[in-house]
């Protein structure tokens, strides 16, 4: 990962050339991509080569002395040069004509767009196999449909012929009445083999004149009767001329009972296609676009926090509304693509990475703190862990991106005065090479963050940056706008500590990084504030804390850097009272535990004496807190 945090000091194409390309997405990452190369020309420059013989290693690290001094000086520069960056508000009624016009343009086409669903994803293409595995089937269906057609008409004559000798006994009495018949009967097989339905179905109507005819014979034509309704549900679409036909032959037979039915068949199967046809015709209702979220916060609607959200993107782009839509846009299909809403909830089954990104605390303004800690890729099985193979490398893309969705929507809130964004942090101290088999997932992630999550960061802070790392931003620096430079802070490691105090109180900045909260801490928490104090060299301060009568102090001290003095003693109010020696005076290393904890059980009024002693030449700042409880309190 230090790949990710050695560039993202870079300026993006973006912010070179901001007539040609839209300004980044994000700041965090506003100047990220486009340093590598100049932050790698600067290590090559940097660091001498393993083949160097001990003597010019001791020179060169002499000389990174000197250009760490120097970068230190120039860091000091940079924080007080950018100045400080104020968040503008979200309020719509606060913002310039010009943006609520903007504001306004974007609510219309984010709209237009739910409408015409361009924020749903497209559908996925057909396989290339299915289409073979179609024809088959549909040959077999065709096979298996080719002999029932052949069946049907020999099914509908054998009906036919019935009727037709039924009606040949009575005809036996009226001589000369065969042929008109027997004419009839070879117009239906020759005209209309196929369509015989009416005369299928016309065979129940004359029955009852064939009273001789053999109880068997409705049986046989049961299944002719039905098979006319298949045939007329398959093709209820098709034009009724055979119904006409038929009807033509039903009327030079002469029967009264095939006119009723034509009355009764050709209507019932007009009717099914005019209904169809209508159906098509008719206009279908307009659906109502489905709501879209983002961080949970609709695109569309009433909702207050609407405008956040919005507001995020338009100024990524500099209020250029088509190019803030473009960006929306893209970030929704993207988060549908990469799956965001099922990815909050997975178990990626990474524990081990809770100490390279966590959120601790808040900064002066409420924001939250995110801290990213490079140095813990130091560890070999961690970083194969997380690194090792491309499988890996996907999972902890995915890790990274699910615990910043966490942190948004449990840490930020998008209401026109919530807070919206929050404070990075970034220690590259002991951060693995650039070079590494992080490379590429840090590049993905790079562009995944500049894309798809605007304006989220309010302060971005690097400490314990090495001096060539400062010596490339002082490179790139011109190249920055002017938004992006308020943004990003460099420290050297002689004044992370107090860089960090300058926009998160001590009481909020983790032990490892120069403050004083600590996890499980029973004594004090993040509400017990810091007192800070500057200790000038060759001088003592004294910290003195007032204690009444049966009662318990207790505190903690810290001197960042240490290398002095550290005593405690109690003196109690009475005069003629003896002075109690709690903590001997003793000089502390700065190796020695970062935090000096005491307590005294006071049985009279007095008070306790903290005395620190900076015998050094700089400056020291120092922190403390204290508590005075009553001896009942504390048992």
Known sequence: MADETKQEVAVTEAEKKPEEKPAPAAEETAAEAAEEKAAEA???KAVEPEEKAAEADSEEEKKAEEALEAAAGDEAAVIDGAGSFKEESNLVSELPDPEQTALAQLKELVAAALANGEFDLPPPPPAKEEPKKEEPAKEEAKEEAAPAKDEEPKAETAAAEEPAKEEAKPAAEAPKADAPAEAAAEEVKTEAPAPEEPKAEAAPAEEPKAEAAPAEEPKAEEPAKEEPKAEAASEEAKPSEPEEKTVVVAEEEGTKTVEAIEETVVPAASEPAAAAAEAEAAPA???EPKEELIWGVPLVGDDERTDTVLLKFLRAREFKVKEAMAMLKSAVLWRKRF??????GADLGLPELENVVFYRGADREGHPVCYNVYGEFQDKELYEKAFGDEEKRERFLKWRIQLLERGIREQL?????GICSMVQVTDLKNSPPMLGKHRAVTRQALALLQDNYPEFVAKKVFINVPWWYLAANKVMSPFLTQRTKSKIVFCSPGKSAETLFRY??????????????KEDDTEF???DAVTELTVKPSSKETIEIPATENSMVVWELRVLGWEVSYGAEFTPDAEGGYTVIVQKTRKVPAHEEPIMKGSFKVNEPGKVALTVNNPASKKKKLLYRFKVKSTAESA
């Open 285 to 287: 209702p307009a659906a």
């Open 504 to 517: 998160i109180a001590p009481e909020q900045v983790p032990v490892q990084f120069g403050g004083l909260y």
């Open 339 to 344: 799956g965001i809403d099922e990815l909050l």
């Open 42 to 44: 600067a290590v090559e």
């Open 413 to 417: 809130d998008f209401s026109p005065s």
């Open 525 to 527: 928490s993040t509400s």
